[in-house]
């Protein structure tokens, strides 16, 4: 079995239709992006009314001209970023083993899992069966949770796992280690430099965003409090209660602004 799925692995590799998707999938994301970006700066500027996160940018994008068709976009891209990240996680990595192989995998099926909800969010919203925001899906599953024995522990523990994958994300932007998907024909020149920018500013702005969130988890944990956990958008207006808020909140909306632009390059540029 395990050498079938590694055959299919490889066979898709090769597949023009699944890079094409690929890169599709990376340019809608990039969107996405841009657009939570803006409800952040507008959120640092003095506009609440927005929710500035992933939710919230698929929200704003159904109300504009052709809203529909975007989101339909949306959906089928992040499907098929799902499909790329789950054929690289049986496939694996080749070259590529040990704790080293594990955590590459372990990497592709949490992005799998974000791209999964982007694309649930986008498809709910257009068909008309969103529940609410995403903050409050976020705080109604932690109460629940909370009621369950040992749940304020495990919240708790959410609250440090998605600490520790915010540290991984500032520290990819750091190390620059996603140059590894830059293919070798862009390595060189002002594309490599852009390319290099827009990944270290965009990958420690997401780091520093899912960190926030994290910390929400864990003292709501401490707390005993429900209320206070929540997503990007209940992280954004917590900084933006902080000294200097509104230069950190738009500090930080210019890095996730970044990450998009990043993601265009990606799609430009993209070595699976």
């Not at 094409?20 to 969107?31: Q, S, T």
């Not at 020149?189 to 994290?214: F, N």
């Not at 890095?255 to 430009?268: H, K, M, N, V």
């Amino acid at each position: 079995m395990a050498d079938k799925a590694q055959e299919a692995g490889r066979r898709a590799d090769h597949s023009q239709a699944l890079e094409a998707g690929i890169r599709f999938g990376h340019v809608v994301y990039g969107v996405v992006h841009l657009t939570f970006a803006w409800l952040a700066l507008q959120l640092a500027l003095g506009d609440s009314s927005g929710e500035a996160s992933g939710s919230g940018a698929v929200q704003e994008l159904a109300g504009q001209p052709l809203g529909e068709i975007v989101l339909w976009s949306i959906a089928v891209g992040m499907a098929l970023l799902v499909l790329w990240r789950l054929l690289d996680a049986v496939r694996g990595h080749w070259g590529d083993d040990g704790a080293t192989l594990w955590r590459k995998r372990a990497a592709d099926v949490v992005m799998a899992g974000v791209y999964a909800t982007l694309a649930y969010t986008a498809v709910s919203t257009v068909i008309g069966a969103s529940s609410g925001s995403g903050e409050q899906t976020s705080r109604s599953v932690t109460a629940r949770v909370m009621e369950l024995p040992g749940g304020q522990v495990l919240v708790g523990a959410v609250g440090v796992v998605v600490i520790a994958l915010a540290g991984a994300l500032a520290w990819r932007g750091v190390t620059r280690s996603f140059m590894e998907r830059f293919d070798a024909d862009g390595r060189q020149g002002q594309d490599s430099r852009a390319y290099r920018v827009l990944g270290t500013v965009g990958y420690v702005a997401k780091g520093g965003t899912l960190a926030i969130v994290g910390a929400l988890f864990v003292v709501s944990a401490a707390r005993h409090q429900p209320s206070q956990t929540g997503g990007t958008d209940t992280a954004l207006r917590e900084l933006l209660d902080q000294p200097f808020g509104p230069y950190l909140l738009g500090a930080m909306a210019v890095g996730i602004g970044a990450y998009g632009l990043f993601c265009f390059a990606r799609a430009r540029h993209l070595s699976r």
